[in-house]
C-alpha cells in the first residue's frame, strides 16, 4: 500500500505513510521512547503543522452534490457543486457525510469539513491540527469579485446559501468569534462589512464584539435577525430584504441573479 500511494502521489514511502493516516485518519505509530532522545510533544508538532498552512494533495471523489441532505437544507445541486460539496460514500474518516472542501486565500485546498447528515455528534470533522482560526471560508471566491464590500456570516451552509441568493462576496467565520489572524484577512482586502450572524444569543453577542473591534480599521454594520433566525433558514428573498432594511443602497452588494 505504501508503494502504491508512493507512485501514484510521487513522493516518499514516508510522505505516503503520513497521506495515509491523515486520510482514514489513524494517529501515525512512534516508537517508545529513547534514552538520550528527546520527542518533540504532540501539542508541538500540530503548532508546526497550524504555522505550516500545508496543503491536501488529494480530493475526495466522488461526491455527489445532489444528495437528499443538500436539498433538505435548500442548497441546490450547482451551488453545491460550484463549491465542491456533497455527499461522500468512499473510505476514510469522513465516509458516509456532506464533505466541504476549505480553502485559503490563494485557493489551495487546507482540508476537507464532514456534516453528518443526522446531527450525530460530532455534527462537523476537520482534520486533528487544522487551524480554522487562519481561515476564511469562501474567502478565495469572495476576493475573485473585486468588491470592496463583503458579508460575513458564520458557517459553510450560511455562506453556500446567501452566495446561491446572488450575493457572492460572502465568507464564513466557521464560528461566531474572529481571530487576530481572519481580522487580519478581512481588513487587507476589504473597505466595509457586513456582520450577519445567527440571531441566537452567541451571534448577537459575536457580532458586537467583532463590530467592536473592526470599527476603527473599516465600515462595519451589524445586521440583525430575528431571534434563533439563520442565514442558512432564509430563502433568497428574505436575505435580500433583510439586507435592505440595513443598506438601502442595494446594488452596493452585487446581486447576482
Known amino acids: 500500500m505504501l508503494d502504491l500511494v508512493a507512485r501514484v502521489e510521487r513522493c516518499s514511502l514516508r510522505q505516503a505513510a503520513l497521506w495515509l493516516a491523515e486520510w482514514f485518519g489513524v494517529e501515525p505509530w512512534a516508537p517508545p521512547s529513547v534514552p538520550g532522545v528527546c520527542r518533540r510533544p504532540t501539542t508541538e508538532r500540530i503548532r508546526e503543522r497550524e504555522s505550516s498552512g500545508a496543503t491536501l494533495r488529494f480530493t475526495l471523489r466522488p461526491i455527489d452534490s445532489a444528495h437528499a441532505y443538500l436539498k433538505q437544507r435548500g442548497v441546490q445541486a450547482e451551488t453545491a457543486a460550484h463549491f ?37 455528534a460530532p455534527k462537523y470533522k476537520l482534520p486533528t491540527g487544522f487551524a480554522k482560526s487562519r481561515v476564511l471560508f469562501n474567502l478565495h471566491r469572495a476576493m475573485a469579485h473585486g468588491r470592496d464590500r463583503v458579508i ?7 455562506c453556500m446559501k446567501v452566495h446561491q441568493a446572488g450575493l457572492r462576496c460572502v465568507v464564513g467565520l466557521m464560528g461566531c468569534s474572529l481571530s487576530a489572524h481572519q481580522e487580519a484577512l478581512l481588513v487587507e482586502r476589504f473597505r466595509s462589512v457586513a456582520l450577519l450572524l445567527d440571531g441566537d444569543s452567541a451571534g448577537q453577542q459575536g457580532s458586537r464584539l467583532i463590530a467592536d473591534r473592526l470599527r476603527h480599521q473599516c465600515d462595519v454594520e451589524i445586521v440583525k435577525l430575528a431571534l434563533g433566525q439563520q442565514p442558512d433558514q432564509l430563502a433568497a428573498p428574505q436575505i435580500h430584504r433583510v439586507l435592505v432594511r440595513h443598506y438601502p443602497a442595494h446594488d452596493s452588494f452585487e446581486i447576482v441573479e
Open 84 to 120: 465542491g460539496v456533497g455527499y461522500y460514500a468512499g473510505p476514510g474518516l469522513l465516509q458516509g457525510r456532506v464533505v466541504i472542501p476549505i480553502h485559503n486565500d490563494r485557493g489551495q485546498l487546507l482540508a476537507y469539513a464532514g456534516r453528518s447528515l443526522d446531527g450525530a
Open 152 to 158: 460575513v456570516v458564520e458557517g459553510f451552509f450560511d
